[in-house]
């Protein structure tokens, strides 16, 4: 049997993590040019409707055949498709990934895993971004104004766009897997 | 600006105010001014993970070189300060080691100053150190760093605001459900009372998780001393039966 031990509390990310976290090719899971790729950008707000100029997201996700990628190598890719990236929001509150888009694993909806992280902000933050037309039980039990701020926009051009609200009427709904407790 | 007395006192308004027992920090701690247009006023909402949440990313030694363990001799020169090593083990919520995982870290250097472009604390640049470090954890879960003890730093929260010294964590676990992002402090700080970061956490063994032990076995001789400090993730989600390795 094994034991159940207390946590390892978060602190925030801070304002100093460029040196550290970002990297060259973080935020191209697949290289540009890439058959099927795709931009997901978006912008982070917080509850004022500010950008947030010193944020940091993370995606995991599976591949466009659902499978979830096992391969080491996201910090020197070097071709291997990881279903990891990072990047740090610009002075605009912007971020980008250049990716392709995932299918849902083992008959699930498709969506990326996202990691929020921010100066000012205590602990990190756990969403989903549902490609466009994809659902699921937990989806489709939020409220519909609720539901509408996990789902990936298709712009003009072809890209996804997700948008993260720290706050305020359009906030984000963030979550909590069963062994977070808090 | 606010005095430190006021915002000591908005510290202990806001504990009093929060049941005891609480394992994570408070992310609506406005002691902490930056927190207040960037924290979640709604519930975080109960998820089952599944799929994609189940796998964390995998790093290997495709993805590291053992040298950037080391932050003491990436710039040719020697760093000015404590050189100290600092080692733990990476557990999950359940005990077990978390493998041949990635561990990266980031801190101020003596003069409790970063490389950092943003950061304005007239103390001295250390050309020698640039306090980024990254390692794999081993096959018991256990990282080792060799780096520079950190000084405490300045910043603009309130009036005479400084920061207890420490160093930046980044996590990951078996399931992405893990992640998770800290800081590590140094036993007996002074300045512990009077941070709002570090008392978002409001229970006080909760804190203490966060504070490394100085390691006099650790310690070397003529050479550094020594801190160790142990990481506990939240627990995974996986059955026993579904797990790789039964203990
Ligand atoms: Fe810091």
Known sequence: ?????????GQTIGPFFHDALPYDGGAFLVPAGTAGAVRLHGT????????????????RQADPSG???RAEGSLRRDGRFTGWGRAATDASGRYAFTTVEPAGVDGGAAFFSVVVLARGLLDRLFTRAYLPGQSDAFLAGLPAAEAQTLRVVREDDGSLRFDVHLQGDRETVFLRYPRHER | MDSQ????AEIAEAHA????GGAQPRIDFLPYRSSALRHPTKDLRHADPEGIELVAPVFGHSDVDPVEADLTIQHGGEPIGERMLLTGRVLDGDGRPV???LVEIWQANAGGRYIHKRDQHPAPIDPSFTGVGRCLTDGDGVYRFTTIKPGPYPWRNH???????HIHFSLFGTEFTQRLVTQMYFPGDPLFALDPIYQSITDQAARDRLVATYDHDLTTHEWATGYRWDIVLTGTHATPLERDDHE
Not at chain 1, 1 to 9: D, K, W, Y
Not at chain 1, 48 to 56: C, E, I, T
Not at chain 2, 17 to 20: E, F, K, L, R
Not at chain 2, 159 to 165: D, E, F, S, T, V
Request: no cysteine; hydrophobic share 40%.
């Open chain 2, 99 to 101: 493998r041949h995982q």
């Open chain 1, 1 to 9: 049997m094994s034991e159940t031990l207390a946590p390892t509390p």
């Open chain 2, 159 to 165: 009036l005479n605001a400084w920061r207890p010294a």
């Open chain 2, 5 to 8: 007395a006021r915002i000591t």
């Open chain 2, 17 to 20: 105010a929060t049941p005891p």
């Open chain 1, 67 to 69: 499978a979830a990628p």
């Open chain 1, 44 to 59: 982070v707000y917080d509850g004022s409707g500010a950008p947030v100029p010193d944020a940091l997201l993370e995606v």
